[in-house]
Each structure stands twice: as structure tokens, then as C-alpha cells.
């Protein structure tokens, strides 16, 4: 159908809310708006869909919600009766609308009689990975458009494992959705019937319950008498009660919470944008930070799967941790605590991502640990820790990526700010016996391995025209990289799409990993950079990693490459 014949399909909808009626109006005489919300549908996959909220295809609504609420259903029945017995549990973070798509997805799913489990309140992201390894459920589903602006919402769909669908079952649900021409003819059950029939059942405190005490699995040390003063904020998400549960289930009687960030809203009216990895999230927990003189600073997104961490300085100010710096830090506490207690595996592994710091893999290899590389996107670590698993070949120990995501038990199989935030808290009241911070430690890990410094650019490229300068980056980078990277030679080429590496004297070698539209070029010195377009977002991501001796030769040389390519970049597709 054309842009036109949809909208006046959506227009003439006698089921459409009143809300969205009124947006349509609005936008009616707008053609650039209609064609902009209705030209295509929100693309579905692995990382499930996210998108603005509002009234179109092109928008998350009810209507779209249930799109991929009802391919889902499909799959599930497809795989027979059992599986439909399974069935599928439900959770939602803090946003706009989150607990009403939540319904929407178990009344469309639950009116083919598969089973259906919905959280009675907001949980974390990593909690529903929880709880469908807890309840055996075929699947599992969370309403969250994670670290987002408030305008966003989305819907991510779990295996029976836990982890993220891999590619397979996502095309077979995109496949059911496909056959479905016209969104209003998907149908749903009325939800007290399904109540009423069993089918649909609220669950919440024997999750909760379950979890926590997983979370007691992770501990390394009992905390010392002197207690470590902590301030955290849950950035008005999901993550307030299961973080401050946790903690004081591990010993911790210091923490102050901010306030203003502690009850949920949608608006997230205190930051522009709940992000963790940014200072302005932690503006709040800083100046709660100096009035308690608190040592730690904990933050977590809207559904709780990413953490930031700021340390106080000798200054009395407030350092933020970078992903990898945290990840570091984490990676040798464990293996470091470990080796000490005798408890170290030989099998051990530890995983990140390819655009994560190699730093992680100078610390594995101390401890005669294993690092194994994945594509970007927790997904793929999630998918080794269950081959790793369901093989008996590997003892996984930790999993990271560079954009603040951490895993260190496997009872969550997706990235888990609850579980990191627990393992940073004992790790600094540990060093702090020690007389110790987090800062000192990582100014030792430097010292030891050598200052590896990182960085990331982004290029934010819209609509169609955007795509398509994408996709014309990417091949300039995969056809002609020395047009890119002119003050250092390029030892070799990582195509992750021809899955190939090409050295410099004409040697190539086949890639293990998947297939995907990533380059990586790795110069003489070690130093890279790392192209790739994002999966959630109009944008292409430039990540780059150097090692130094000292932190003044990283930052020049870093500061080198940066400008290096960004200028090409930029003169070339500006």
C-alpha cells in the first residue's frame, strides 16, 4: 500500500485511541510527517524494536506492539503444545505506556492460549532474563527502550535461554509478521478472562526473591567493619528496589539514594537523557556525593542493564569510570580473588566485544585465563555462555562490552547492572581496606600493562539519504582504508562481512565469527579503529583503542588517530 492509502486507513480506524486519533489530525496537512510515520514499518531483529512513540507504522503504539507480540505467538505455537505450556514471561521498565504494551503483548499472545507471565511492577531488564531460566518459559519479552530519551519505548524478545533471540528465530518471527497486511486485524484476548482461565498470571515477589538470592552467589569477600559510603541512583528506572535489595543483602548500610531520581517517571524530568555513561546523569549523585562525603557512586539506566560508576578523587571530586576502565577493574578482582582463594579454573574464560579494550586481555592473560572475542552486542556473549555450557568445553567467568555492560554470574544471560553494581561496591569497600580506591587500582593496572586509552565518535545520519551515506562509509572504509588511516601504517584489516583479515603482506585468514558489516583496521603499534553502523540508531560509530607507556603518549596518540580519521570522514562525506 502507499503512504497515502495507509494513513487514511489509519484515519478511518474506528479502533484507534482518541490520543492517536488526535495526533493524526494534527500531522494530516504535514506530508513530509505522514510520510516520514508511515512509510515503512519499524524494523524488527535481534535487539528487537525500538523507535519514537506516537501514532504510524513508522512509531511504537499499541498497534505496532502487538505486531510483534503476535509474530511471537506464531513462532511459540508453531513449536507445539509444550512449548505453549511454557509460555512467555513479561516484563516493562519505568517509560511511557510500558505496563499498557506489556498487557497488549500478554491479552495477543494469550488469546492462543500460550501461557503467559507478566511482572505486577517494573523490573529490570536482566531480571526477566532471570526469570525466564527461573520459570522455564519458552520465551521471555521487556517493554524498554533502555538508556533512550523519554520520546522512545521499544520491545525486546528473549529465548528459552535467557538471552537475546538469536538471528534464526528472530526471521521466523519477522516472517510471521510479514503475512500480517493489516495491523488492525490482529486480535486480543480481554485480559480478565485470561486472568480468570488461568492462562495470564501476575508474578513479582517469588521472582524477586529468587534473584536475590542468585545475586549472593557472586560474592568474593565479606565486607570489612569500615563501612563504604555510597550513593546511587536509579535515573527514575527500574533498577531502585533490586539494587538497594542487593546491597543490603551483601552488607552495605551507607548508601544514600538521590532523591529526586528515586521514584519512577517517564519524563525522566531530571536529566535529558537517562544515560549512565554520561556526567549530567550523575549531576545529582555528585552533589548528594559531596554532602556525604561518599566514596561511590552508583547509577543504573531506566531497565537497569547498564551501570556507571564515579569514584571520589584525592580532590574530593568525582572521576567517572569509563566501560572498559570499570570492566578492567571488575575482570581483575575476580580473577585476581579467585587465584588467591584456589578457586580459579583452568577452563576459565572471560569474553568481551571486539570494539572493547584489549587491556581485558592482558589481565586474562596473567592469570592464564582465556579472552574470547564477540561481535558487538551482549547477544553474542549470551550465545557463548550457552555453548560454552551446553558443551561442558569452558567455565565462564565474565563477559563486558565497552558501553557500560557487565555479566558476571550466568544465571542472567544479558548484560546485568544489578549484578555489576553488587561486584563494584565489595570490590571498592575491598580496596578501601586496603587503603585503596578504585582510581589507585586502576593507576597500578596501568603501571603493570601499559595505559591503554579509548575512545568513540558517532555520526548521526537520518532517514534514507542517511542509510545510504552509511553504506558508502562503510565500503570506502572496506576498499580503501589507507584513505582513512594516512599517519599510521595498516598491519591489518578485520572485514567482518567477508569475514576475512587481510595483513599487510597479502596474507589472509578467515574470521570465526559471524558475519557482520564491521571493520576493524589495526595499525603497526597496535593502535585501531572500528567502524560500524549502530543496530538501534540512524547512526554510524567510529571506535577507537591505543597502548601507550605512559598516559601522555595514549592521549596524543589517540588524539592522533581521532583526528586522523574523523577528518577524512568528515571531508569526504560532509
Not at 2 to 11: A, D, G, P, T
Request: aromatic share 8%; with cysteine; net charge negative.
Amino acid at each position: 500500500m502507499k503512504v497515502n492509502e495507509v494513513f487514511n486507513q489509519w484515519r478511518t480506524e474506528p479502533s484507534l485511541p482518541a490520543s492517536l486519533k488526535k495526533e493524526l489530525n494534527r500531522i494530516a496537512g504535514d506530508a513530509a510527517e505522514v510520510e516520514e510515520r508511515f512509510y515503512q514499518f519499524l524494523s524488527f531483529g535481534t535487539g528487537g524494536m525500538r523507535g519514537l512513540l506516537g501514532v504510524g507504522t513508522n512509531r511504537i503504539n499499541i498497534f505496532t506492539i502487538r505486531h510483534v507480540a503476535e509474530g511471537l505467538a506464531l513462532f511459540i505455537r508453531q513449536q507445539g503444545k509444550e512449548a505453549m505450556d511454557r509460555g512467555v514471561v513479561i516484563a516493562y521498565d519505568t517509560r511511557r505506556f510500558s505496563k499498557t504494551f506489556a498487557l497488549e503483548t500478554a491479552k495477543t499472545i494469550g488469546k492462543y492460549g500460550i501461557r503467559v507471565l507478566v511482572f505486577r511492577e517494573s523490573r529490570p531488564t536482566p531480571e526477566l532474563s532471570f526469570a525466564i531460566r527461573n520459570f522455564g518459559t519458552a520465551a521471555g519479552v521487556v517493554i524498554t527502550a533502555s538508556h533512550n530519551p523519554a520520546a522512545y519505548n521499544g520491545i525486546k524478545v528473549y529465548g528459552s535461554d535467557g538471552g537475546q533471540l538469536p538471528p534464526e528465530a528472530a526471521d521466523q518471527i519477522v516472517s510471521h509478521m510479514q503475512k500480517v497486511k493489516n495491523l488492525f486485524s490482529i486480535q486480543v484476548s480481554d485480559g480478565n478472562e485470561l486472568l480468570q482461565s488461568g492462562i495470564l498470571q501476575f508474578v513479582l515477589e517469588e521472582v524477586d526473591a529468587a534473584y536475590q538470592q542468585a545475586l549472593l552467589s557472586l560474592r568474593e569477600n565479606e565486607l570489612p567493619e569500615d563501612q563504604l559510603s555510597i550513593v546511587y541512583t536509579p535515573l527514575h528506572g527500574s533498577g531502585h528496589m533490586p539494587v538497594l535489595e542487593g546491597l543490603r543483602n551483601f552488607g552495605f548500610t551507607q548508601v544514600s539514594v538521590v532523591s529526586e531520581q528515586e521514584l519512577p517517571d517517564p519524563d525522566f524530568p531530571t536529566v535529558a537523557y537517562p544515560n549512565p555513561e554520561e556526567r549530567d546523569a550523575f549531576k545529582l549523585a555528585i552533589q548528594l556525593g559531596r554532602e556525604r562525603k561518599a566514596e561511590l557512586l552508583l547509577a543504573t539506566d531506566p531497565d537497569a542493564d547498564r551501570l556507571g560508576v564515579a569514584v571520589r578523587d584525592g580532590e574530593g571530586d568525582y572521576q567517572l569510570l569509563s566501560g572498559n576502565q570499570l570492566g578492567a577493574l571488575l575482570l581483575h578482582y575476580i580473577l585476581s580473588q579467585k587465584e588467591s582463594k584456589g578457586t580459579l579454573p583452568r577452563d576459565g574464560v572471560v569474553l568481551k566485544t571486539i570494539v572493547t579494550s584489549e587491556l581485558g586481555r592482558a589481565i586474562a592473560e596473567k592469570f592464564g585465563v582465556e579472552m574470547v572475542d564477540t561481535l558487538t552486542g551482549f547477544k553474542f556473549i549470551s550465545e557463548k555462555i550457552e555453548e560454552y555450557r551446553s558443551g561442558g568445553t569452558r567455565t565462564f567467568l565474565f563477559g563486558y562490552e565497552e558501553s557500560y555492560g557487565y555479566l558476571i554470574g550466568e544465571f542472567v544471560r544479558d548484560k546485568d547492572a544489578v549484578q555489576a553494581a553488587l561486584l563494584a561496591a565489595e570490590m571498592a569497600a575491598y580496596l578501601k581496606a586496603s587503603g585503596k580506591s578504585m582510581i589507585d587500582a586502576l593507576s597500578e593496572l596501568y603501571e603493570e600493562f601499559g595505559h591503554y586509552m579509548e575512545s568513540l565518535h558517532s555520526i548521526t545520519l537520518t532517514g534514507k539519504e542517511g542509510q545510504e551515506k552509511i553504506q558508502q562509509i562503510m565500503e570506502s572504509f572496506r576498499m580503501e582504508p589507507h584513505r582513512f588511516l594516512r599517519n599510521s601504517a595498516v598491519r591489518c584489516i578485520e572485514d567482518y562481512k567477508l569475514r576475512s583479515r587481510r595483513w599487510a603482506d597479502g596474507t589472509v585468514e578467515t574470521l570465526e565469527l559471524p558475519e557482520a558489516d564491521v571493520i576493524k583496521l589495526i595499525g603497526e603499534d597496535g593502535s585501531w579503529v572500528c567502524v560500524r553502523p549502530s543496530g538501534t540508531e540512524p547512526k554510524c560509530k567510529f571506535y577507537f583503542g591505543v597502548h601507550q607507556p605512559t598516559a601522555e603518549e595514549a592521549k596524543s596518540t589517540l588524539l592522533l588517530l581521532e583526528n586522523d580519521v574523523m577528518h577524512n570522514v568528515n571531508s569526504a562525506f560532509s
